[in-house]
């Protein structure tokens, strides 16, 4: 299928073909964006980053055209704290989405129930640096406080070298949070390096959930991406039942040639051959956290 794009600074794949793999019924892309359309949702003036115009009908057909039943839409950063573009594709999915927002500290609790009721399931917070200065601890536990009585969890997107940072934030925590892709570590350090490994000891905690997503994110080896596999399958061996995985379209803020999403598909298959893994993986996990 080919998709009618709007020009922008960062550019999407166009043209995705079928996956060889077939999803397994109720699947669930737990990762992905939708952006603007500037024209409707501007993005906001302290942006690092301005994407490619990608809007909730081209999401939503690209979901039907790999095979998903549902998304869950994350907010991104080129958005700042502007959810309307989120809870817009959230309120025209017929129940087939849910979302990941970001918010202020200032957040009040009518805004939260708002964006309760269209589906939102979780706050992001940022600790890239290239990205903007990581929340202040006050602020990031000030927020998961007012977020805990709506059964929300926190989302940390965070680089390999920001985990240590981040660890203090997460580690207290009483409700769930995520890890978004793989903690964007690099593939060519190996599995020993120190931050891998503490992921995987931070998965003991039975409230860590990790996003086996953005696998081109910490491959070094180039397409298809088969350097990231072996951490994937630690981190699923480690953790099954908090693993989940999106396509992570329509794959913002990369410096490289964009990945064919129907690719990342079949490379799942890669990383978890188990069909009962990926079952898990795809449709109980993200039913389980994100309330389907």
Same mark, same amino acid.
């Given at each position: 299928?080919?998709?009618?794009?709007?020009?922008?600074?960062?550019?999407?794949?166009?043209?995705?073909?079928?996956?060889?793999?077939?999803?397994?019924?109720?699947?669930?892309?737990?990762?992905?964006?939708?952006?603007?359309?500037?024209?409707?949702?501007?993005?906001?003036?302290?942006?690092?980053?301005?994407?490619?115009?990608?809007?909730?009908?081209?999401?939503?057909?690209?979901?039907?055209?790999?095979?998903?039943?549902?998304?869950?839409?994350?907010?991104?950063?080129?958005?700042?704290?502007?959810?309307?573009?989120?809870?817009?594709?959230? #309120?025209?999915?017929?129940?087939?989405?849910?979302?990941?927002?970001?918010?202020?500290?200032?957040?009040?609790?009518?805004?939260?129930?708002?964006?309760?009721?269209?589906?939102?399931?979780?706050?992001?917070?940022?600790?890239?640096?290239?990205?903007?200065?990581?929340?202040?601890?006050?602020?990031?536990?000030?927020?998961?406080?007012?977020?805990?009585?709506?059964?929300?969890?926190?989302?940390?997107?965070?680089?390999?070298?920001? #985990?240590?940072?981040?660890?203090?934030?997460?580690?207290? #925590?009483?409700?769930?949070?995520?890890?978004?892709? #793989?903690?964007?570590?690099?593939?060519?350090?190996?599995?020993?390096?120190?931050?891998?490994?503490?992921?995987?000891?931070?998965?003991?905690?039975?409230?860590?959930?990790?996003?086996?997503?953005?696998?081109?994110?910490?491959?070094?080896?180039?397409?298809?991406?088969?350097?990231?596999?072996?951490?994937?399958?630690?981190?699923?061996?480690?953790?099954?039942?908090?693993?989940?995985?999106?396509?992570?379209?329509?794959?913002?803020?990369?410096?490289?040639?964009?990945?064919?999403?129907?690719?990342?598909?079949?490379?799942?298959?890669?990383?978890?051959?188990?069909?009962?893994?990926?079952?898990?993986?795809?449709?109980?996990?993200?039913?389980?956290?994100?309330?389907?």
């Amino acid at each position: 299928m080919e998709f009618q794009k709007t020009p922008g600074w960062l550019d999407w794949y166009a043209g995705p073909s079928k996956p060889k793999f077939k999803l397994p019924a109720g699947a669930v892309d737990s990762h992905c964006h939708v952006f603007g359309p500037g024209a409707e949702f501007p993005y906001a003036p302290e942006r690092k980053y301005t994407p490619c115009d990608a809007s909730k009908q081209q999401l939503y057909a690209l979901r039907d055209h790999l095979g998903f039943a549902r998304n869950v839409v994350v907010g991104a950063s080129c958005h700042g704290a502007d959810n309307r573009a989120t809870v817009d594709a959230l #309120l025209k999915s017929n129940g087939k989405a849910r979302g990941v927002a970001t918010v202020k500290r200032s957040v009040t609790d009518e805004e939260l129930r708002a964006m309760n009721e269209a589906g939102v399931r979780g706050v992001r917070f940022n600790f890239v640096k290239h990205l903007g200065a990581p929340p202040s601890l006050a602020d990031f536990q000030r927020v998961t406080d007012v977020i805990a009585p709506f059964g929300w969890h926190a989302v940390a997107h965070l680089s390999a070298d920001d #985990l240590e940072t981040a660890l203090p934030y997460l580690k207290p #925590l009483e409700i769930p949070f995520v890890i978004d892709h #793989l903690a964007r570590i690099n593939a060519a350090a190996g599995l020993d390096q120190a931050p891998f490994q503490k992921l995987l000891e931070l998965t003991t905690n039975p409230l860590a959930w990790v996003k086996i997503s953005g696998i081109d994110r910490a491959s070094t080896a180039g397409t298809p991406f088969h350097d990231v596999v072996p951490f994937a399958q630690k981190l699923v061996a480690a953790a099954p039942d908090r693993i989940l995985w999106g396509t992570d379209w329509p794959h913002p803020n990369i410096k490289y040639p964009v990945p064919g999403d129907q690719g990342l598909v079949d490379l799942l298959s890669v990383a978890v051959p188990d069909a009962k893994a990926r079952a898990r993986i795809l449709v109980d996990n993200p039913a389980q956290l994100y309330g389907f």
